[in-house]
């Protein structure tokens, strides 16, 4: 069964961290698919934030996030994380994670998705 559930999302204050997680089930966490973390503020596109290679060698992040967030896999547990720092307003955003085979940002070219975990960062 092909399954992602994030967790972890909360609020957080201006500056402060937070880490969510995607848990990925087995038969995407062993096979070639790169697991991308998304995120749609209200009244906004679905955007690429992040991304991790299959075999967790490479690593992308938007502009927007460099330097602030970081990606990461742990195959023990078929899971992916995003630590997030200095979390800022404009973070705010529910986040998803996806499976797909393609390199993109693009979230048409990404094949399965989670449910989302919510993300506020406030003053």
């Known amino acids: 069964q092909v399954q992602l559930v994030e967790s972890g999302g909360g609020s957080v204050q201006t500056g402060g961290s937070l880490r969510i997680s995607c848990a990925v089930s087995?038969?995407?966490?062993?096979?070639?698919?790169?697991i991308g973390w998304f995120r749609q503020a209200s009244g906004k596109e679905r955007e690429g934030v992040a991304r991790?290679?299959?075999?967790?060698?490479?690593?992308y992040y938007a502009d927007s996030v460099k330097g602030r967030f970081t990606v990461s896999r742990d195959n023990a547990k078929n899971s992916v994380y995003l630590q997030m720092n200095n979390l800022k307003a404009e973070d705010t955003a529910m986040y998803y994670c996806?499976?797909?085979?393609?390199?993109?940002?693009?979230?048409?070219?990404?094949?399965?998705w989670g449910q989302g975990t919510q993300v506020t960062v406030s003053s």
């Open positions: 996806a499976a797909g085979r393609h390199w993109t940002s693009s979230p048409s070219n990404w094949q399965y």
């Open positions: 087995r038969v995407i966490y062993d096979s070639v698919y790169h």
């Open positions: 991790i290679g299959s075999s967790g060698q490479t690593t």
